[in-house]
């Protein structure tokens, strides 16, 4: 199938967020412009539209990816979570209350995609210190430089559900 100008169009069905979706778009379109600008999903952010910021991060199959790197058409069939699912019932997540508690905002551009790299590192049993997670964070820039308070937020929901 193609558009009117010719471009081919691909069907791309997958879950965002706990809902099902269903786009018909060029197939070219990346997750990140699938998510914000047909699906309206404003929560993954577009900095460097590059894979250099992170600011797009989401989830796709539980591992964090480059939103603006990736293919909408390469999620087909898969869940993708983006900043939108922490929030259970409008609560804040253990996670967002962290980073709140801490300060590890300030302007906030780059607090949904340190989110969901963060979800990821809380899960990760090899991340032992403040070095690893500083690696582990280290595809998310700020610009702010909220750099310290973000591990210390890490490392506390960390500690909380591993006890190291
Ligand atoms: Fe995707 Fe910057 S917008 S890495
Ligand atoms: Fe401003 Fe990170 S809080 S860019």
Known sequence: MTDIEGRALVRTRLQVDGEAADLLCDARVTLLDGLRDHLGNTGPKKGCDHGQCGACTVHVGGRPVLACLTLLASAADQEVSTVRSLAANGELSELQEAFRTHDAFQC????????M???AAVGRADLESDED??????GNLCRCAAYPNIVTAIREVRKGRTGA
């Open 117 to 119: 790299s963060a979800a």
């Open 133 to 138: 997670i500083r690696e582990f964070m280290s």
């Open 108 to 115: 906030g551009y780059c607090t949904p995609g340190q989110l």
